[in-house]
């Protein structure tokens, strides 16, 4: 037996078991071709992965206090309360008008769910003090929850118009509302553009004092009086009645009629003193698209739920209630639909998949012939069903990182299926063997080969599953599916591939006969006609069938001939040619030649690469650019702005923005083929959920634009990233004092502005100074790249400030509390019960009318009303004769950062410039002669830089962490040193490619 012979006798155990129970693994096949393809319907679609941060929320809605009341009243005690906490990373805070929000970061060492029952345990052990404010009659309970962006970011929005009143058009939303939100995939459905109805007891102050009633009076009157209680059991007639005590109004109108205050049996009644009337409460909200009124139901997804599937479902819900509910006159569409992207993102898989069967099969078909080309590509498709099999077992989604990975892999998936081929097709070629034995022994020649060659590869990706953080979580998808994907692969290359070139594989290929393939291709071809016209999305697959029924005539008439040439003469001649140039190279003095040349031009691009870099001629990002498909545009009014004023505004930019929008460009009789919808709200749902997140708060001074591209294949060539940047210059410098970002939808995850600089210190005043002096002087020097700075805090929100005189008031009996007290009933009243209707709750707020409300004379002069504990007479002291007022300027919000106070300038990186490093290091080289900087502020550059760094230094720990393992395979392999570095040197040699490409 020759030394060849030797070579090829070993048989691998796991290929060799599978070839003798053939059955066995055809119904293997079958299973998990059906578990693969079951999972590609079942999986969860949505755009990107859950990012499950291992952050804490804590929100609290305080009613009628500035920013430094929530600073003193709720952050400090909870921060303080908090910074004890083990696992904590850090504590960010904001504490803004009437709300704030406390955000507690932990380290990875925690779940979630533990995070959150820490910081529930200190939130109730810090509310449970006496000291602890109260709203209401209660205290003031803060909210605690995690948060998933994905839940915050609506997944489509619902537009309801027509020529109806808005309580009208609300109605119809909440019908849509309703029957959304018992969707198992919806989180909640929020109504924009209509507000709530309350019921307002509109006090007339006048009349209140001189009918001697206090709100006190009113408010006890009314929670007394509109209430239905159990009084017990009552047994009588050998019976056990309940008794129920009646007394809840069923109409807002009853109201008038309770009695507020009797004094000698002259019964004063509430109409007497104010007025009732059931209706919207004060406007927090406006929404319209294309500039037209409408009721906005923004959806939004629970965490991991299907995506596409919970759209779908919503698109049946509207059209069965346009058919059967509304009347045919009402206009209701969808806008902003994301599963769109999704769906697109999952077509472009299928025709890849598709499209690598073919490529791949026409390819191999001239080294192996077209039956053997078929083993290979069935590797495509069949890898595919068994990754999507194991990750909808492990719960994970399909999502854009998972079809990245899928995608990515196609390329190396194959790799396996032609090495197992290819070297039976040898042995049954040169060696003559039967397709058993040459399965055996060809898969047992190169079966470790292959899984060494799979685990390298593999272990190239295994430290970014180690990626630390909210990048790592984004990230870590990508290495899990493409081991997988290469798990997968080299399964099917030992177990099913062997069955299959055992089976039927052939050297020669021989012509079907004509009846059979006439019958074949004819059933191939219709069902593939039917699959095209029905299968919607999946028609890729009728292609596909009427291709390989194109295909088997064309092999047979005509292509087989071109390969079987190509095999016989033009493979031997390019083997030849290479042998030529190989030993042309490797003989005298031209191997030491071509070493020193090699190591001379790495040396090259390594230098290349480092000088394009330092002069910004090879940019570095912190995450790919995306194609737009959304243009928002932000808007930011100064703080205190009535929201009756930013819609006002609102709807100029507006018309500005869709000016550009509908430029002749992009319209062709009167259709916009770019432009798909473009919704605008002003209020609540208008902050960016990127830096507002969860927020509660009310945003009158915000409103946003958001324009919805249609699909790429529709946009007829048109760079939307184009669009963007004309609707950014139609803005720039239009509005001063009124911030305006023009933003795309985000691609990545969260990572703060690209310029962040944070200034930290203890005066506020003091901060915010600064950082003005500091924008200016940034400015003054004209940086390249900065698009406009920004503060996110200021101090000129409009506030009035109200001085009690102590003294006074203690002379006669008056707290400051009774003063704040009484001017909180009047101007943001008092809840006093709730009215019910239709199954829905309305509260009863008692304040004063809307003509007292903002008179500052009927304010200041009315009178407190209090029993005299000393004497026991009835007082009546004005307001003014213990309290003075002035007007002034407060903080718009209050940021803190591990309890200590910062503000920060930011800026969004300029049209055309995307090296967000190369920016800011500009921005510290100037900031190096700034001579404002007090000695007690500190300076750090954090955002989206601080983050990039990070990203950066672990990454290349990860790179060497990769080529380390690797090292250690193949020497595991080899069982030598100097074998694995020589293969070792091919990975950094290939560096002359890659920085020579990206140079």
Known sequence: ??????????????????????????????????????????????????????????????????????????????????????????????????????????????TVEEAKLKVKDEVESKTAGEDWPTFNGAKVEPDVFELSLSEEIPILNINISGDYPIEKLKEYGEYLQDEIEDLLEIKEVAIRGAQEKEVEVAVDIYKMMASKVTFSDIINSISSGNVTMSAGNMKASGQRRTIRVLGEIDDPSELENFVVKSENNNPIYLKDVASVSFQEEDKTTFAREFGEPVVMLDVKKRAGKNMVAAAEEIQLIVKDARENVFPPDLEVTIANDQSSVTIGQVDDLVNNIIFGVILVVTVLMFFLGFKNAIFVGFAIPMSMFMSLMILNMFGITLNTMVLFGLIMGLGMLVDNGIVVVENVYRLMDEEGMSRIEAAKKGIGEIAFPIIISTATTVAAFIPLGLWPGIMGEFMMILPQTLSIVLGSSLFVAIFFNSVLVSQFMTIEDKDMPLKKIIMLTSIMAFLGLVVFLVAGEYRALGTLMVFTAIMLWAYRLFLRKWANNFQTKTLVRLERFYENQLRWALSGWRPYAFSIGTFVLLIIAFVSFGISLSTQRTKVEFFPDNIPNQIIVYIEYPEGTAIEKTNTI?????????????????????????????????????????????????????????????????????????????????????????????????????????????????????????????????????????????????????????????????????????????????????????????????????????????????????????????????????????????????????????????????????????????????????????????????????????????????????????????????????NSVSKPAIIMSAIFLSLIGVFGGIV
């Open 650 to 974: 609102t709807k100029e930019i507006e018309k500005r923005v869709y000016d550009v929008l509908n430029q002749e460009q992009y319209m062709e009789g009167g259709y916009n083929y770019m432009v798909e919808s473009a919704v605008s709200q002003v209020g609540e749902g208008a902050g960016n959920p990127q830096t507002d997140g969860g927020s509660a708060a009310e945003m009158p001074h915000k409103a946003k634009i958001t324009a919805s591209m249609r699909e790429f294949k529709y946009r007829r060539g048109e760079d939307s990233e184009l669009l963007r940047q004309k609707v950014q210059k139609a803005l720039v410098g239009i509005y001063p004092g009124v911030l305006i970002s023009v933003e795309k939808d985000a691609a990545g995850p969260p990572a703060g502005a690209p310029i962040n600089i944070e200034l930290e210190g203890s005066d506020y005043d003091e901060l915010i100074n600064t950082a003005e002096q500091m924008r200016e002087y940034i400015n003054s020097k004209n940086i390249g790249g900065i698009d406009e700075l920004k503060i996110d805090v200021n101090k000129n929100k409009p506030i009035t400030r109200v001085v009690v005189d102590r003294e006074k008031a203690g002379e006669l009996g008056i707290s400051a509390s009774q003063v704040g007290q009484q001017l909180r009933n009047s101007i943001f009243g008092s809840k006093a019960g709730i009215y019910k209707e239709d199954g829905d709750d309305f509260d009863i707020y008692v304040r004063f009318n809307e003509e007292n409300r903002y008179d500052k004379s009927a304010l200041f002069n009315q009178k407190i009303t209090f029993r005299d504990m000393a004497s026991g007479q009835i007082k009546e002291i004005p307001v003014s004769a213990v309290a003075d007022y002035e007007n002034s300027s407060g903080f718009s919000a209050i940021k803190h950062k591990d309890t200590k106070r910062v503000v920060t300038v930011y800026s969004a990186l300029a049209p055309g410039y995307t090296d967000a490093g190369a920016v800011v290091g500009q921005i510290q080289n100037e900031m190096r002669s700034f001579e404002g900087l007090p000695n007690d502020i500190k300076i750090d550059y954090t955002g989206q830089i601080e983050e990039q760094n990070k990203q950066m230094a672990f990454l290349m720990g990860a790179f060497f962490t990769g080529l380390g393992l690797i090292f250690f395979i193949l020497i595991f392999q080899f």
């Open 1 to 110: 037996m020759t030394e060849r012979q030797k070579k090829v006798e070993k048989e691998f155990g796991l290929s060799s078991w599978a070839i003798n129970n053939k059955t066995t693994i055809y119904v293997l096949i079958l299973v998990f071709f059906y578990l693969g393809v079951s999972a590609f319907f079942d999986m969860p679609r949505e755009n990107f992965p859950e990012v499950n941060e291992t952050k804490i929320y804590i929100s609290t809605i305080y009613p009628g206090n500035t920013a430094e009341d929530i600073e003193k009243l709720i952050t400090d005690p909870l921060e303080d309360e908090l910074k004890t906490v083990s696992n904590v990373v850090e504590i960010t805070s904001t504490s803004s008008e009437d709300y704030a929000m406390v955000i507690v970061e932990f380290d990875e060492n925690i």
